[in-house]
């Protein structure tokens, strides 16, 4: 685990659009789901594959976390057809105790998947908006993550 320098603002308004955000949360019914699914993993202009919690939060239950899997699979899939290896940012602003215990059996499926699925591929991964919950989730993801993986993922301080 390695501690980032402050990233500026507008490198996190670049990743997480914020707009967008804000309008579907005032109405679920209504989104469009595909729109959805992309915004909370796309594949960026560096070919970076980006993950925002915020959306995962807004619908996640045991009964979809395949298809949140599958739709994050799928991008980082995408990028090693082109890329030898793939950089994910996650934004986890938002996260909660509540949250975390809720979905932790998830993080660690999800984290035991990708290491087996795609050994040796990742270059960076950043997580952005990291506090003590996360830290604590990052300590039991370590139970299923290899050293030199480990040492590939990077704690982004706010400012």
Do not use: W
């Not at 996190?12 to 659009?17: H, I, M, V, W």
């Not at 996640?60 to 793939?86: G, P």
Request: hydrophobic share 40%; proline share 1%.
């Amino acid at each position: 685990m390695t501690e980032e320098p402050v990233v500026l603002n507008n490198v996190q308004k670049y990743l997480f659009f914020d707009d967008y955000y804000n309008d579907i949360k005032k109405d679920l019914k209504n989104i469009d789901f595909s729109l959805f699914l992309n915004s909370f993993c796309r594949i960026d202009q560096q070919n970076h594959v980006v993950i925002d919690y915020r959306y995962f939060k807004l619908i996640a239950f045991s009964d979809n976390y395949d298809l949140f899997k599958f739709f994050i699979v799928d991008k980082i899939n995408k990028v090693l057809l082109i890329e030898e290896n793939v950089t994910i940012h996650v934004n986890l602003d938002n996260i909660t105790l509540t949250d975390i215990d809720k979905h932790s059996n998830f993080l660690i499926q999800l984290a035991k998947y990708m290491s087996e699925e795609f050994p040796d591929k990742l270059d960076k991964g950043y997580i952005y908006h990291s506090g003590f919950l996360i830290h604590s989730i990052y300590s039991m993801l370590t139970m299923v993550l290899s050293k030199e993986t480990r040492s590939k993922i990077l704690f982004i301080k706010n400012n």
